[in-house]
């Protein structure tokens, strides 16, 4: 399974060269991984298995397993076992889990003048945050212009649920010495300005890659069938919309049981289950665990709808969800429930992909006209808009990106462009 965070990133790694950018990678090695040419691995200390080896645990384990704790049986709800574990992972990982990185990176960095390689930029990319302190020590040591990506904010991260304020002076200290921030939306690009009034800040969205989706799309289902990829967030999206909406359609017979499959696809939280049987959908709600990327894609491709599960903070106006991107690329009807309306429901008028559905009675119109057009052809329609749904291409985002970097390259290495791209450590998370 891909962490999705490594997508923008990687894409970065492979389109930039394309606008006159080589890519120099730094980045922890991972055992069975082929690397490029133009990539500095470096070694990777884990903090929070270290905890656990001291305290003679299961490095493997979370420790709800390890302890017999239960978990939560309402989505976006924590028991408080689970609230203090969270806490003092928080605390003992502060200030965030890949701080064990930064003196591998930080010497490596170091190393880099020798090598004769002329820097005329540098990219940090975040979550994790650690990426931006190493991005700090970096812009020092190299003299060169510093932007710093954020693909998740900081500590204006409305969905966040660590205790931020602890986070803020950190946040001030790092970007301070920053020349440029990018964000993935407009909503946060107007919260960062509000807080750095005197710096560059850009938005440039996420993407897909037209290279991943150049294979025939598979048949469709025979079933009419919503398909969701993805991670829950601790309950922090929320399919109990859809769930009270499609227990009311079979109820009232007017879309039968037999035909219908939701299906879930990624790590199953420990409410999901409990929430499917308490709307009695056991007949219909399919609960899959992890598939590696190129299957996810072909599941979506082959799905009559796909289901998009909005941050169930109202307040969150600025998050478009990076399943979005892959969604527009595989070809198929959106549809998005809950939440609140912002950049993703502009992004699905925009392309006429699919529909953000914010109401009961609105999720349940559309499912009895795409079940409609199902029943009567076998298929569910798509009326996406090509030339708009390119805007969101991975090629586009590095266009965009480059543009940043030729407004702020400066120095000797500036002719030849080279940028080093900081990337987050892309390796399991530790779990309690």
């Known amino acids: 399974m891909e962490f999705v965070g490594s997508v923008r990133p990687a894409a970065l790694v492979k389109y930039l060269p394309r606008f006159g950018w080589e890519v120099i990678v730094l980045t922890p090695a991972r055992a069975g991984v082929r690397r490029g040419e133009n990539v500095i691995e470096t070694g990777y200390r884990d903090v929070l298995t270290d905890w656990k080896v001291r305290f003679k645990l299961d490095r493997e384990r979370g420790l709800h397993e390890q302890f ?7 989505p976006g709800s924590a028991l ?33 003048p020798s090598q004769n390689l002329d820097i005329s930029a540098i990219v940090t990319t975040s979550p994790p945050i650690t990426s931006h302190l190493i991005g700090r020590r970096a812009k020092k040591i190299l003299g060169c212009p510093w932007i710093v990506d954020l693909r998740d904010l ?13 986070q803020v002076g950190l946040e001030k200290r790092t970007l301070r010495d920053a020349d440029a921030l990018v964000t993935v939306s407009e909503p946060w690009a107007s919260r960062l300005k509000h807080r750095y009034p005197d710096k560059k800040i ?10 991943d989706y150049s ?23 929320d399919p109990s919309l859809l769930f009270e909406v499609v227990r009311g359609l079979i109820d009232q017979n007017a879309i039968p049981a037999e ?64 399943k979005l991107f892959e969604y527009l690329a595989a070809g198929r009807p959106v549809l998005a429930v809950g939440g609140s309306h912002g950049v993703l429901t502009e992004a699905l008028k925009e392309t006429g992909a699919g529909v953000h559905a914010l109401s009961a009675a609105e999720v349940r119109n559309f499912l009895l006209k795409a079940y409609a057009e199902f029943e009567k052809d076998g298929r569910v329609s ?14 586009e985002m590095a266009r965009r990106f480059a543009q940043v970097l030729d407004s ?11 940028t080093e791209v900081t990337l987050q450590p892309d390796l399991p998370r530790q779990t309690v």
């Open 68 to 74: 017999g704790l239960t978990t939560a049986s309402q």
């Open 80 to 112: 408080f076992h689970t609230r203090l574990l969270n806490f003092v992972k928080y605390i003992l990982t502060y200030p965030d889990e890949r701080k064990g990185w930064i003196p591998f990176a930080v010497d490596a960095v170091r190393k880099i």
């Open 154 to 166: 900081w500590t204006q991260n409305l969905g966040e649920r660590t205790p931020q304020f602890l």
């Open 202 to 211: 850009y938005s440039i969205t996420n993407g897909f890659d037209p290279d």
């Open 215 to 237: 294979s025939p799309a598979p048949l469709l289902t025979r079933e009419f069938s919503i398909t969701y990829t993805g991670q829950l967030y601790e309950g922090q999206r």
């Open 259 to 322: 035909d219908l499959r939701i299906r879930f696809y990624g790590d199953i939280e420990s409410w999901l289950p409990l929430l499917v049987a308490r709307h009695g959908l056991e007949r219909v709600v399919e609960l899959n665990g992890p598939k590696l990327r190129k299957d996810v894609m072909e599941l979506q491709r082959e799905s009559q709808l796909l289901l998009l599960l909005p941050w169930s903070d109202p307040r969150e106006t600025g998050h478009h969800s990076a």
């Open 382 to 395: 798509y009326n996406g808009n090509s030339p708009a749904i390119a805007q969101y291409s991975h090629p």
């Open 408 to 418: 702020i390259a400066t120095g000797p290495g500036a002719e030849t462009k080279h």
